[in-house]
T-cell receptor
């Protein structure tokens, strides 16, 4: 049975780098790993997506090892506005468009001044 | 460009009733998917529609159903409501094609309370 595991919560201070890891087994071989951010009373918002190795955009980096059994979201120099819940999203069990989307349990990041 | 719009934002129903939720995707997006979010179970995938066809389905009972119209708008229906159906129901749209987990654009959700 596919399962994703993330830390439930993390604390950080402004200006620090934060790394959140999601462990995921049995994910589809041909689909991407995606991370989302969610603020209270809002829908999740796309942060970054990758397949293997490292991907970087203007807000985050994503590290995915060769075995794809985990992924690490890296937020450089966090600010108070980065306080939110972060979810990893993977596809399990199938190829093409028939896989099942599985979210991690979410990591609540609290950034302190 | 307008975002994903979900209606109603809040609703209260009683056990045994049914409910229909509506989702208007971003213009040009042909894929619409639905999710249930609860404190206990987190975010769970319900189903995805593309070109009026259900293309993908999560592990929910048949009481949960959906459909998509030719203009890509989508509705989901929950029949014979149970207390455990109380949740935030989120809709997301994406441009068709690309990875299954391709960038999803979420609405703000419809919060359902079942009494």
């Amino acid at each position: 049975l596919a399962k994703t595991t993330q830390p439930i919560s993390m604390d950080s201070y402004e200006g620090q780098e934060v790394n959140i890891t999601c462990s995921h087994n049995n994910i589809a071989t041909n689909d991407y790993i995606t991370w989302y951010q969610q603020f209270p009373s809002q829908g999740p918002r796309f942060i970054i997506q990758g397949y293997k190795t490292k991907v970087t955009n203007e807000v985050a980096s994503l590290f995915i090892p060769a075995d794809r059994k985990s992924s690490t979201l890296s937020l450089p120099r966090v600010s108070l506005s980065d306080t939110a819940v972060y979810y990893c999203l993977v596809v399990v069990g199938a190829s093409g468009n028939t896989g099942k989307l599985i979210f991690g349990q979410g990591t609540t990041l609290q950034v302190k001044p | 460009k307008a975002g994903v719009t979900q209606t109603p934002r809040y609703l209260i129903k009683t056990r045994g009733q049914q409910v229909t939720l509506s989702c208007s995707p971003i213009s040009g997006h042909r894929s619409v998917s639905w999710y249930q979010q609860t404190p206990g179970q987190g975010l769970q995938f319900l189903f995805e529609y593309f070109s009026e066809t259900q293309r993908n389905k999560g592990n929910f009972p048949g009481r949960f159903s959906g459909r998509q119209f030719s203009n890509s708008r989508s509705e989901m229906n929950v029949s014979t409501l149970e207390l455990g159906d109380s949740a935030l129901y989120l809709c997301a749209s994406k441009v068709a094609g690309g990875p299954l987990t391709g960038e999803l654009f979420f609405g703000e959700g419809s919060r359902l309370t079942v009494l």
